[in-house]
């Protein structure tokens, strides 16, 4: 007979040293990170958009077939300095709703009416500070030009590094599997799970999959057959914390408990950055188990061996 295993509950004072080295871990990982990412960002597109500026009045003033607007579209990093021209910047999709067309270079330079409704949306929503020359139809004055550009790469490097931060989930994901792997679990590809008998075969676990009706980050399948749903959650503020434990961890484990029972299933959520000591209790009480990304080992104690 297998052997049943699972973390005990957290005191409050274990939660609370936790939560607190993980929030230094988090300020440590911000406050050292490098500016050469953002300035890696910004150093590419300074020349996209000096050239994209200088060209701005001709495309107001003497394009109505939107003929110079397909050289400005022309490749993914113009396309996205394209859209930062905008107060605010806009995203593809929104573009594309707006202007009611396609971006591609091949579409707009083959439908000239395309391209005249993409260059009057992004006229009609550019960006009157950076840009005031192109409203008043005049060439720019002193350092108007230099100082656009420098304001528009900032924006579109501050966002890009912002999307790199966002990545920290996978990388939590990855360490997980890591520490699954070295625990003797196999990774097998992701299918969908509607009932138990869907699961992978115990001592198995794969990726990103639906569980019932909600989607789990990585799933489990322990030794002693029950199913180990993991969320992996970072968190950069009280706020967030709510958002990203309570609503999301926690909401998605009371789903899976009533579709596949309390016994079957042990919900989990492996977390890093900022946590409020009150989210925490209430989402240990609500029946979901917490592994801090810090002490990933922790996952062993699901982990007993094949035979008891």
């Not at 579409?107 to 950076?130: C, F, G, M």
């Not at 990726?207 to 968190?235: F, N, Q, Y």
């Not at 009371?254 to 009150?278: D, I, M, N, Q, Y």
């Amino acid at each position: 007979m297998l052997a049943t295993m699972s973390l005990p509950p957290w005191t409050l004072q274990q939660l609370s040293v936790d939560a607190e080295q993980a929030q230094a871990a988090f300020r440590c990982e911000r406050l050292d990170e490098p500016l050469e990412r953002y300035s890696t960002f910004f150093d590419a597109f300074v020349p996209v958009f000096r050239d994209l500026s200088a060209n701005l009045l001709s495309l107001a003033t003497g394009d109505p077939t939107g003929e110079k607007l397909t050289g400005m579209v022309r490749g993914r990093d113009r396309l996205t300095a394209f859209r930062y021209l905008a107060a605010p910047p806009i995203s593809e999709d929104d573009l594309k709703t707006l202007a009611e067309t396609r971006l591609s270079q091949r579409a707009l330079k083959a439908n000239p009416e395309q391209a005249s409704r993409v260059r009057k949306t992004v006229l009609q929503i550019l960006d009157p500070y950076r840009f005031p020359w192109v409203a008043q139809r005049r060439e720019p004055r002193g350092d108007e030009l230099e100082r656009a550009v420098v304001a528009s790469a900032a924006l579109v490097a501050a966002k890009k590094v912002e999307t790199e931060r966002r990545k920290d989930s996978r990388v939590q994901e990855e360490n997980v599997k890591a520490v699954l792997r070295g625990l003797g679990f196999a990774e097998v590809s992701p299918r969908p799970m509607q009932l138990l008998d869907d699961a992978r075969a115990p001592g198995q676990f794969c990726g990103e999959s639906k569980l019932g009706d909600t989607k789990a980050d990585i799933v489990v399948r322990l030794h002693d057959r029950r199913v180990l749903p993991i969320e992996c959650k970072v968190s950069n503020s009280a706020s967030d914390s709510f958002k990203r434990l309570i609503h999301e961890a926690a909401g998605k484990a009371a789903k899976w408990r009533l579709h596949f029972g309390e016994r079957a299933v042990v919900p989990a959520a492996v977390l890093s950055g900022v946590f409020t000591h009150a989210n925490l209790v209430t989402a240990q009480s609500s029946g979901l188990v917490m592994v801090w990304s810090h002490r990933l080992g922790d996952l062993a104690a699901f982990a007993p061996p094949a035979k008891a």
